[in-house]
């Protein structure tokens, strides 16, 4: 069986600021809409899902309970799923007490950079937001001047132990062996698949990309990906998702020896 690791913002799921008409609610949040996906997306990867030798599993940054809030499509939940940046896995919707315990160890020796990470944010006249330590795993929080808060935490904190990013206004303090690739590899290693076909948009997941045998990204996350079987798309005309997909399940016939299509 050949693993199907894939981000879900902006790679296969849109904000319901850039949705078009026909899109489909994907996310709910107090009765707001809040994220989408195109038709031809949702109906492509129904059919991936469906495959006996495909194991779609999304590799999310979002919390536990951000990713629940996500229906791909009705009366489905993915059998894996990897969210906190691959610290916890839910097995069929439920948190697999095993993989978060070695997390754990695995982030221990980052927990003091860290905390003190959270001390330099608790002084930053530029954060915006609450701190948040989401899911045991790493900090969050947003700030009115990213360049100046980065430039704190980068400026004090040991970066052997510790990555910091952005993304618009949210900052990101995360263990340095917290990383979607290593999550993809905990995957292998666990349930032994046979091949990795990687999907994401920005560099949070740069580190899965680099490691699959098919690879797909943004044309605009080229330069990053150093990939030999990287695959970028160009968005002006077509979403990601669509792209993305499509070319999955067209290569599906000879990566796994049955057309998904003739499903």
Not at 48 to 74: G, K, M, N, W
Not at 105 to 117: A, F, K, T, Y
Not at 226 to 251: P, W
Request: proline share 3%.
């Amino acid at each position: 069986m050949k693993l199907f690791a894939s981000d879900l913002d902006k790679t296969l799921i849109h904000s319901y600021k850039t949705a078009q008409p026909g899109d489909i609610c994907v996310e709910l949040k107090d009765g707001k809409k809040l994220s989408y996906m195109t038709h031809e997306a949702q109906k492509t990867l129904r059919n991936i899902c469906s495959h006996p030798d495909i194991a779609f599993t999304p590799v999310t940054t979002r919390s536990t309970e951000q990713y629940e809030r996500i229906h791909l499509f009705d009366n489905y939940v993915p059998h894996l799923a990897a969210a906190a940046n691959g610290g916890v896995l839910l097995i069929d919707g439920e948190s697999d007490k095993e993989w978060y315990a070695q997390s754990q160890q695995l982030i221990r020796n980052s927990l003091p950079v860290m905390d003190e990470g959270m001390r330099i944010l608790e002084k930053d006249p530029d954060v915006s937001f609450e701190i948040r330590i989401v899911d045991g795993m790493f900090v969050f929080t947003k700030s009115g001047n990213t360049d100046a808060t980065k430039k704190r935490l980068s400026d004090a904190l040991d970066k052997s132990q510790v990555m910091i990013y952005n993304i618009g206004e949210k900052i990101y303090i995360f263990p340095a062996v917290l990383t979607k690739g290593r999550a993809v590899e905990r995957l292998v290693q666990r349930f032994g698949f046979t091949g990795v076909i990687c999907a994401g948009d920005s560099e949070f997941d740069i580190s899965m990309l680099e490691i699959a045998d098919i690879a797909y990204y943004p044309l605009g996350l080229a330069e990053y990906v150093s990939s030999k079987n990287g695959i970028g798309f160009d968005e002006t005309h077509r979403r990601f998702a669509d792209s993305l997909l499509e070319d999955f399940e067209k290569r599906c016939y000879d990566e796994v020896g049955r057309c998904i299509k003739d499903k």
